[in-house]
């Protein structure tokens, strides 16, 4: 990393204390917590009958879910913003040694790998487990989050990603949803997935042959423009599989996985938001 990079990112804790200062964080907080608890108490009567989960109300339950993850999400980021203890954590990662960089990012995306593969491998039954790990899951990726906020909130353009991750989800999952079988007339998914590969493998190569920022600028332009369509056609069908799996869940014969079933749409959910973050943004600082 250049030292005006590093410069430049040893800064932005100072400057986002500047825009958050002023705010009542721990309301918002106890706001946040509140509703989280309503969310589990309406899970508690919805998702479960007799004490066993149930396939009534299976889109709803899920999207309960989803709310909770983005509130766990917004707590995280809340209690960065109290604290700032992810901030040094993240600072302690780019200011050590290349060595110490790669071997961070190592450790934390192996974490990240073995809970998704724990979460959908764990009996759904246990409810205790998979609940403990996809919630696990959602706050490690609160973390990764934490600097795309940085950046967002820089260019003063979190509100408005926010407004149109809500929208697009909106729309994308009523059309996945209703018209999914006439839309997705094939599973695109797995090419969609490699798409992404070769993305990740171009970014990667990227990093050793561009180093005039305009180019680079325009490069993640692009890459975050495409990976953000990838991202809404992966949540369309997605929304597809979702009625696919409501009508396949039938209770006795089927045991309802919504936290598998939610971390699903939630990830692509978090993709696009974080995409329309740094399109947004670049594109104000273009101006």
């Known amino acids: 990393m250049s030292s005006k990079n590093l410069i430049r990112l040893k800064t932005y804790p100072m400057k986002i204390n500047n825009i958050i200062n002023g705010s009542n964080t721990l309301l918002k907080l106890f706001c946040c917590l509140t509703i989280v608890v309503i969310i589990c108490i309406l899970l508690g009567h919805y998702a479960f009958k007799n004490g066993i989960l149930t396939c009534d109300h299976y889109v709803f339950n899920t999207y309960l879910y989803i709310i909770l993850a983005i509130l766990l999400i917004f707590m995280v980021v809340l209690i960065n913003d109290q604290t700032g203890i992810f901030n040094y954590f993240i600072l302690w990662i780019v200011q050590g040694s290349f060595v110490r960089i790669i071997l961070t990012f190592i450790i934390i995306i192996s974490i990240l790998f073995g809970l998704m593969y724990k979460l959908d491998k764990v009996d759904p039954q246990n409810i205790v487990a998979s609940n403990i790990i996809w919630i696990a899951l959602i706050l490690l990726l609160g973390f990764f989050l934490i600097p795309i906020i940085w950046f967002g909130r820089l260019n003063d353009v979190v509100g408005i990603a926010g407004i149109l991750t809500i929208i697009i989800t909106t729309i994308v999952g009523l059309l996945g949803y209703y018209y999914g079988d006439k839309i997705v007339t094939f599973d695109w998914d797995k090419y969609l997935i490699y798409a992404l590969w070769c993305i990740m493998i171009?970014?990667?190569i990227s990093l050793f042959l561009?180093?005039?920022?305009?180019?680079i600028l325009l490069m993640i332009s692009l890459i975050s423009s495409i990976s953000l369509i990838i991202f809404v056609l992966l949540l369309l069908s997605n929304h597809k599989k979702l009625k696919q799996n409501s009508e396949k869940c039938i209770d006795g014969k089927t045991v309802?996985?919504?936290p598998v079933e939610s971390f699903r749409l939630f990830i692509k959910?978090?993709?696009?938001?974080q995409y329309l973050i740094r399109i947004l943004g670049y594109m104000k600082k273009k101006r």
Do not use: E, K, M
């Not at 561009?210 to 180019?215: A, S």
């Not at 959910?269 to 938001?273: K, S």
């Open 210 to 215: 561009i180093t005039d920022p305009i180019q």
């Open 256 to 258: 309802p996985n919504y």
């Open 269 to 273: 959910i978090l993709n696009v938001f």
């Open 202 to 204: 171009i970014i990667f």
